[in-house]
């Protein structure tokens, strides 16, 4: 009852004229980036994250609640419309999206789409009411050696599995540790790789990294090469913008599998939703061949609808990972969490009784984020579309210069556009090379609690590093790290093998020809 209390005292918060309006702005300027071709959801997080810290602590979650889901349902609209993904999340729904697109059901595949996510992210959103108090109960317990191992295990799990080479994950995990340590030692009060700089005393803000990693650095990709063809135009949306009962029936069963699927990847930090995301869609892709005939490639509902909810299914369950233990699963929930600390709130154990009020009406803003998600996006997806008739050397010129006003009205300082800018190029050119930039945000945001949690646990036991290890939890999480890491490797000898054996075959084909 405790936590149906407090539930409905964050209702009465989120609910209010004032923070309904931030709601409302956040879902529309969080879709209306997230549609834009080639940005996509953190991409919008990271750029309006500097225009919530004009607001109070409360308003500013709410209506970054609504960016944050709201980009989510650009990205598939991009997939859909244009076969272009605004993330990676999103690259399954377009298989079988675009092909109800192209074949003239583009309303139906943005309903599918839109009532997928709701599904999803409501069931998410349930449950996380329930658990996130258990969570932060359970963490309690947590103990210096057990967030260091937590810590590492994000690490090892995030860099290998974002990547298609293990080693890019951690070349990319290790540049963002390398920019968490920059600046004064909390601890032993010695400069830290900052080159003799007084610039770099205080480190480098994750606001500025991951702007520029994040969008700056990927308007510059973008803009660099010849993505788009300028003879390419949108596809338009007519007709009804909803689902006959048929419809539903078929994509039904694929809202409920899809959920299940995304639910327990918001508490492992496998790098968000992208794995999900594909294990639904291939899911659905095996129980079609047992159709017929097989509809998967002709635009199947259920291809579409099963990834949807797992994508935000698993969205909505990293909130609670992040609420309750501090940890972010995903880039997106990485630049939360530079939030938070932006406002001085650590989520974690404590924060439900240090920020109550703060965390209940956050997670109340969800439900309604949802639901105005809802009834946006079903009848405005055509004017969605219209965005994309703006002049690309406008759009992203005009996102640059939003970048750099964020990142100087945060800070006031000359040297955060500089660093802004040269981070970006970095950025530029680990995009170029196909390097992954969830590990380094990761890296960045873990980094100091790794290094804290790390010196603390040597320092309580004299120094003795089985301390590390001691422990039922520590054990538990080494024990899951390694199961990822196995599995992994599994999935990586196993696509090797099959395009061998492709390879082999074509190789044979051509020989018999």
Same mark, same amino acid.
């Given at each position: 009852?405790?936590?149906?209390?407090?539930?409905?005292?964050? #209702?009465?918060?989120?609910?209010?004229?004032?923070?309904?309006?931030?709601?409302?702005?956040?879902?529309?300027?969080?879709?209306?980036? *997230?549609?834009?071709?080639?940005?996509?959801?953190?991409?919008?997080?990271?750029?309006?994250?500097?225009?919530?810290?004009?607001?109070?602590?409360?308003?500013?979650?709410?209506?970054?609640?609504?960016?944050? #889901?709201?980009?989510?349902?650009?990205?598939?609209?991009?997939?859909?419309?244009?076969?272009?993904?605004?993330?990676?999340?999103?690259?399954?729904?377009?298989?079988?999206?675009?092909?109800?697109?192209?074949?003239? !059901?583009?309303?139906?595949?943005?309903?599918?789409?839109?009532?997928?996510?709701?599904?999803?992210?409501?069931?998410?959103?349930?449950?996380?009411?329930?658990?996130?108090?258990?969570?932060?109960?359970?963490?309690?317990?947590? *103990?210096?050696?057990?967030?260091?191992?937590?810590?590492?295990?994000?690490?090892? &799990?995030?860099?290998?599995?974002?990547?298609?080479?293990?080693?890019?994950?951690?070349?990319?995990?290790?540049?963002?540790?390398?920019?968490?340590?920059?600046?004064?030692? *909390?601890?032993?009060?010695?400069?830290?790789?900052?080159?003799?700089?007084?610039?770099?005393?205080?480190?480098?803000?994750?606001? =500025?990294?991951?702007?520029?990693?994040?969008?700056?650095?990927?308007?510059?990709?973008?803009?660099?090469?010849?993505?788009?063809?300028?003879?390419?135009?949108?596809?338009?949306?007519?007709?009804?913008?909803?689902?006959?009962?048929?419809?539903?029936?078929?994509?039904?069963?694929?809202?409920?599998?899809?959920?299940?699927?995304?639910?327990? #990847?918001?508490?492992?930090?496998?790098?968000?939703?992208?794995?999900?995301?594909?294990?639904?869609?291939?899911?659905?892709? !095996?129980?079609?061949?047992?159709?017929?005939?097989?509809?998967?490639?002709?635009?199947?509902?259920?291809?579409?609808?099963?990834?949807?909810?797992?994508?935000?299914?698993?969205?909505?369950?990293?909130?609670?990972?992040?609420?309750?233990?501090?940890?972010?699963?995903?880039?997106?929930?990485?630049?939360?969490?530079?939030?938070?600390?932006?406002?001085?709130?650590?989520?974690?154990?404590?924060?439900?009784?240090?920020?109550?009020?703060?965390?209940?009406?956050?997670?109340?803003?969800?439900?309604?984020?949802?639901?105005?998600?809802?009834?946006?996006?079903?009848?405005?997806?055509?004017?969605?579309?219209?965005?994309?008739?703006?002049?690309?050397?406008?759009?992203?010129?005009?996102?640059? =210069?939003?970048?750099?006003?964020?990142?100087?009205?945060?800070?006031? &300082?000359?040297?955060?556009?500089?660093?802004?800018?040269?981070?970006?190029?970095?950025?530029?050119?680990?995009?170029?090379?196909?390097?992954?930039?969830?590990?380094?945000?990761?890296?960045?945001?873990?980094?100091?609690?790794?290094?804290?949690?790390?010196?603390?646990?040597?320092?309580?036991?004299?120094?003795?590093?089985?301390?590390?290890?001691?422990?039922?939890?520590?054990?538990?999480?080494?024990?899951?790290?390694?199961?990822?890491?196995?599995?992994?490797?599994?999935?990586?000898?196993?696509?090797?093998?099959?395009?061998?054996?492709?390879?082999?075959?074509?190789?044979?084909?051509?020989?018999?020809?």
């Amino acid at each position: 009852m405790d936590v149906l209390s407090s539930l409905i005292g964050g #209702f009465g918060d989120v609910l209010h004229p004032i923070n309904l309006l931030w709601v409302l702005i956040g879902c529309l300027l969080g879709t209306a980036v *997230g549609v834009m071709p080639g940005l996509g959801s953190s991409m919008a997080v990271a750029l309006l994250l500097p225009v919530t810290f004009a607001l109070e602590p409360t308003a500013a979650f709410i209506m970054f609640a609504g960016i944050y #889901f709201g980009g989510l349902f650009g990205d598939s609209t991009m997939a859909i419309l244009m076969n272009t993904p605004g993330q990676a999340s999103a690259i399954a729904s377009t298989f079988e999206g675009h092909a109800m697109a192209r074949a003239g !059901r583009a309303p139906q595949a943005l309903a599918t789409a839109a009532i997928g996510a709701f599904v999803g992210g409501f069931v998410a959103s349930i449950i996380m009411v329930f658990l996130t108090p258990w969570l932060a109960a359970f963490s309690s317990s947590f *103990g210096p050696a057990e967030y260091f191992a937590l810590a590492l295990f994000a690490f090892i &799990s995030t860099s290998s599995m974002l990547a298609d080479s293990a080693i890019k994950g951690l070349l990319s995990l290790s540049l963002g540790l390398g920019i968490s340590v920059i600046g004064i030692d *909390g601890v032993s009060g010695a400069p830290r790789f900052t080159m003799g700089s007084a610039l770099l005393f205080d480190g480098i803000s994750l606001v =500025v990294v991951t702007v520029a990693m994040l969008a700056l650095a990927e308007v510059i990709y973008v803009a660099c090469r010849e993505r788009f063809d300028p003879t390419v135009r949108p596809i338009r949306p007519s007709g009804r913008p909803w689902l006959s009962r048929q419809e539903v029936k078929e994509a039904a069963p694929a809202w409920a599998r899809g959920t299940a699927i995304g639910l327990p #990847f918001g508490v492992i930090p496998a790098g968000g939703s992208e794995l999900p995301t594909f294990l639904a869609f291939g899911l659905e892709k !095996r129980l079609d061949g047992k159709r017929r005939p097989p509809r998967f490639g002709t635009g199947a509902i259920r291809g579409l609808a099963a990834p949807e909810a797992a994508g935000n299914a698993t969205t909505g369950m990293s909130m609670g990972a992040l609420l309750a233990l501090g940890l972010p699963v995903s880039a997106t929930a990485a630049i939360m969490l530079a939030a938070f600390r932006q406002y001085g709130i650590q989520p974690g154990p404590l924060m439900f009784e240090r920020s109550g009020d703060l965390a209940w009406t956050l997670i109340a803003s969800f439900f309604v984020a949802m639901i105005v998600l809802l009834v946006i996006n079903m009848p405005f997806a055509a004017l969605w579309a219209k965005l994309l008739l703006i002049p690309k050397p406008y759009l992203y010129a005009g996102i640059s =210069v939003f970048c750099g006003l964020g990142i100087y009205a945060t800070s006031s &300082s000359v040297a955060d556009l500089l660093i802004l800018l040269g981070i970006a190029l970095v950025g530029f050119v680990m995009r170029v090379a196909d390097y992954p930039l969830a590990p380094l945000i990761i890296g960045m945001v873990l980094g100091p609690l790794a290094e804290t949690s790390l010196r603390d646990a040597l320092m309580s036991a004299a120094g003795n590093p089985l301390t590390l290890v001691d422990g039922p939890i520590v054990t538990l999480i080494y024990l899951l790290m390694v199961a990822a890491i196995a599995f992994t490797i599994i999935t990586r000898v196993r696509d090797h093998r099959a395009a061998r054996h492709d390879a082999n075959r074509a190789a044979s084909d051509q020989i018999i020809l």
